[in-house]
């Protein structure tokens, strides 16, 4: 169950101010503005923070922990968008729709989360244009990862999807060639758009070629050179 509470990572807005380049751009006063809107729960891992289809009265920012951002589709399957990590602001598409979550976000470990009431964070945007320049800078570069992520998805043959999923997960999520995964294999197959069992037959195989290397949830990228060429050969 979560919990709400305060912690040190999520003192006031004025903090976040250093953590967040978008919020820096907020004067004092909007910043305490924000800050009377906002509260922080806990989250274990596995518990679901926003549910797809549900109403979207809060952004969410991460203060801990990592989480999947994914859709639900039929017969129960997911599709992993991408990894969420603390400092990003999240749930920006809901804002001036239809005011539901089109996506569901858990936790992938035990975490802890800020949630920003929508108004608030609007009233920010009305009242600060350079804010909402930064605001819509923003949501394009996340409109165009979606963009690549569906060539990947819809282009390229498993190999590459893998080659692709593990260059995001290193390069973007983990920035390091050396990683505890907190991904189950589950989530690896619902981040590239495959089968359980083709993720962990095509992971095998890399490992056996020496491309990677697992140890459980421990892997290493050995070649990143080679995992880029069949992420370009696809």
């Known amino acids: 169950m979560a919990k709400f509470s305060k912690s040190d990572n999520c003192k006031s807005c004025l903090d976040c101010n250093m953590r967040i380049p978008m919020l820096s751009i907020l004067s004092r006063p909007e910043l305490l503005e924000l800050n009377e809107s906002r509260f922080e729960v ?3 891992a596995g518990e679901t923070i926003f549910k797809q289809g549900t109403s979207a009265t809060h952004l969410l920012i991460l203060t801990t ?10 017969q129960d399957k997911q599709l992993i968008i991408r990894i969420i990590k603390p400092w990003e602001i999240v749930g920006q598409a809901s804002l ?11 936790a992938l470990d035990n975490t802890t989360a800020c949630f920003i009431e929508i108004n608030a ?3 920010a945007i009305q009242t600060n244009p350079i804010f909402a320049e930064e605001f819509i800078k923003n949501c394009t570069r996340k409109g165009i990862f979606n963009f690549e992520k569906m060539v990947s998805l819809s282009q390229k043959q498993m190999h590459g999807r893998i080659a692709d999923g593990l260059i995001y997960l290193s390069s973007k999520v983990y920035e390091d060639l050396n990683f505890d995964l907190h991904l189950s294999r589950q989530d ?23 491309i990677i290397e697992m140890d459980g949830r421990k892997l290493k990228i050995l070649n990143f050179t080679q995992l880029e060429r069949i992420s370009e050969t696809g």
């Open 96 to 106: 001036y729709f239809d005011n539901r979550h089109h996506y569901s976000i858990a």
């Open 42 to 44: 806990k989250f274990k």
């Open 121 to 123: 964070f609007k009233k």
């Open 188 to 210: 690896v197959a619902d981040l590239t758009g495959m089968s359980k069992d083709s993720a962990i037959r095509i992971l095998k195989e890399f490992h056996n070629e020496g």
């Open 65 to 74: 922990g990592l989480a999947k951002l994914y859709v639900e589709g039929v």
